[in-house]
């Protein structure tokens, strides 16, 4: 199943989600730290997610 994740946060319930057979399309949060943490686990998530620090 497909997904998008909003206020994403550091990642944590995307790595669930992985874990539970979803597959991210998009990732967005608005925090600049968060996003910081997020670029660094975006392989864990999904090879092709799309994810943008909003502003």
């Keep these: 199943m497909n997904s998008i994740e909003l206020f994403s946060g ?6 669930g989600l992985v874990k539970s057979g979803f597959h991210h399309k998009a990732i967005v ?3 600049k730290m968060l996003v910081k ?3 660094s686990i975006v392989h864990l998530i999904s090879e092709n997610v799309c994810m943008n620090a909003v502003s």
């Design 10 to 15: 550091g990642g944590g319930l995307a790595l």
């Design 29 to 31: 949060e608005l925090n």
């Design 37 to 39: 943490q997020l670029d």
